[in-house]
């Protein structure tokens, strides 16, 4: 069984800031660990994924996720937020040879001027 | 067109309508998903695909009837919904709907009303 929680619901931040969103999971399997973004009237878009190997993950749009495997984390940064990042962000876990993918209840990003 | 696509965007309907919801995909994946995102509540896996074969059915009452004629196209057919079935639909395809580590590439949605 896998499931998602995401701290924080509704994360707001200065443009400039750094951009914390954070996520941790469970996982009875080694865990794929996922980042989407959804924009307004859009579906979600995927930033980064963690399959194996690297623990930092490199994703789109300047955001980047660490694996934590003994905190169960996969947090997303981003050092400086811009105003087009405001959207909402959802974490997802996936595992082994299951398509299926658990989500977090999402975080809605504003980014004020 | 490119990439996942979901017509219409926006739907409303009555109770006793019947309407379909419709998405094609131009990525030739071999995997295609149905999914209801409600507010305050996190994404709700309906039904997968895998190869024209549906492979989940996830417990999603039978006024939701999905179809899949093909790997590039699936539909959800709706008939005597309730209002709390108003929702975005959304829906999603990868490459292999056996491998866990695959993306899901997603529609826009439809956004679905039931009055």
């Known amino acids: 069984a896998q499931s998602v929680t995401q701290l924080g619901s509704h994360v707001s931040v200065s443009e400039g800031a750094l951009v914390l969103l954070r996520c941790n999971y469970s996982s009875s399997v080694p865990p794929y660990l996922f980042w989407y973004v959804q924009y307004p009237n859009q579906g979600l878009q995927l930033l980064l994924k963690?399959?194996?190997?690297?623990?930092l993950v490199k994703g789109i749009n300047g955001f980047e996720a660490e694996f934590k495997k003994s905190e169960t984390s996969f947090h997303l940064t981003k050092p400086s937020a811009h105003m087009s990042d405001a959207a909402e962000y959802f974490c997802?876990?996936?595992?082994?040879?299951?398509?299926?993918?658990?989500f977090g209840k999402g975080t809605l990003l504003t980014v004020n001027p | 067109e490119t990439g996942v696509t979901q017509t219409p965007r926006h739907l409303v309907m009555g109770m006793t309508n019947k309407k379909s919801l419709k998405c094609e995909q131009h990525l030739g994946h071999n995997a295609m998903y149905w999914y209801k995102q409600s507010a305050k509540k996190p994404l709700e896996l309906m039904f997968v695909?895998?190869?024209?074969?549906?492979?989940e059915n996830n417990s999603v009452p039978s006024r939701f009837s999905p179809e899949c004629p093909n790997s590039s196209h699936l539909f959800l057919h709706l008939h005597t919904l309730q209002p709390e079935d108003s929702a975005l639909y959304l829906c999603?395809?990868?490459?292999?709907?056996?491998?866990?580590?695959?993306?899901?590439?997603f529609g826009p949605g439809t956004r679905l009303t039931v009055l």
């Open positions: 695909y895998s190869l024209e074969e549906r492979v």
């Open positions: 999603a395809s990868s490459q292999d709907g056996g491998a866990g580590a695959d993306t899901q590439y």
């Open positions: 997802a876990v996936g595992g082994g040879s299951n398509y299926k993918l658990t």
């Open positions: 963690y399959t194996t190997g690297a623990t």
